[in-house]
């Protein structure tokens, strides 16, 4: 079974404060993912990475950095929380390639940002 | 820039009935992919069904179908018999077919339909 796991379900953090996401999958994906979900957008694409230190800016990603450094762990980075990114946060991590249509997502992290 | 559109935000069905939710999308590309994603209350994202633009036929996983209209550009996402374990957010979601590499292989999601099941 291909597993993406995140460090954390449920993170309270204060503004200003420096957030880290973790996410960790298993399966030797090139890709990996962060989404952010919110009611009535859907999930839109923070970044992306395709390989070790590789990575590519998404649809929203004022705000968010992101590391990977190695091929298994994908981390997102909020350095100075604001209220506006409390949100639901998806890892996701895929195969590259033309077959690779299909993305793995992990449980997901609720951030609630005060 | 391509779209996915699902204009219902929230269905409900009965236990054993049949629903259809009801997904459109735009884009000018010829070969791509399409999907149906479930979130269940618990969070964790799993794929439904996938359709291959180049297929004509419509895909079919057990007791979920779809519905591609490909001129219409319409991707429906039809479940029969319903169960209680069917109740969840369903994205619709698009990709590439190529890959060109980089954010190229994102999916671009729709806003979600909820789905209750009344028992």
């Known amino acids: 079974d291909v597993k993406v796991t995140q460090s954390s379900r449920y993170l309270v953090k204060r503004t200003g404060e420096k957030v880290f996401l973790e996410c960790v999958q298993d399966m030797d994906h090139e890709n990996m993912f962060w989404y952010r979900q919110d009611p009535g957008l859907g999930l839109r694409l923070i970044y992306f990475?395709?390989?070790?230190?590789?990575?590519e800016k998404g649809d929203i990603p004022e705000g968010y950095s992101v590391s990977r450094e190695k091929k298994e762990r994908f981390s997102l980075i909020l350095e100075s929380a604001s209220t506006n990114q409390t949100s639901m946060y998806l890892c996701?991590?895929?195969?590259?390639?033309?077959?690779?249509?299909?993305?793995?997502f992990g449980p997901g992290t609720r951030l609630t940002v005060t | 820039a391509q779209t996915v559109t699902q204009s219902q935000p929230e269905m409900s069905v009965q236990e054993a009935e049949t629903v259809t939710l009801s997904c459109t999308y735009d884009t000018s590309e010829s070969d791509y992919y399409l999907f149906w994603y479930k979130q269940p209350p618990s969070r964790q994202m799993i794929l439904v069904i996938r359709q291959e633009a180049y297929k004509q036929q419509n895909a079919t996983e057990n007791r979920f179908s779809v519905n591609f209209q490909k001129a219409a550009k319409s991707f429906s996402l039809k479940i029969s018999d319903s169960q209680l374990g069917d109740a969840a957010m369903y994205f619709c979601a698009y990709r590439r077919y190529k890959d060109y590499g980089g954010a190229t292989n994102k999916l671009i999601f729709g806003t979600g339909t909820l789905l209750a099941v009344q028992p």
């Open positions: 996701a991590s895929s195969f590259s390639g033309y077959s690779s249509y299909e993305q793995y």
């Open positions: 990475s395709y390989d070790v230190k590789m990575k």
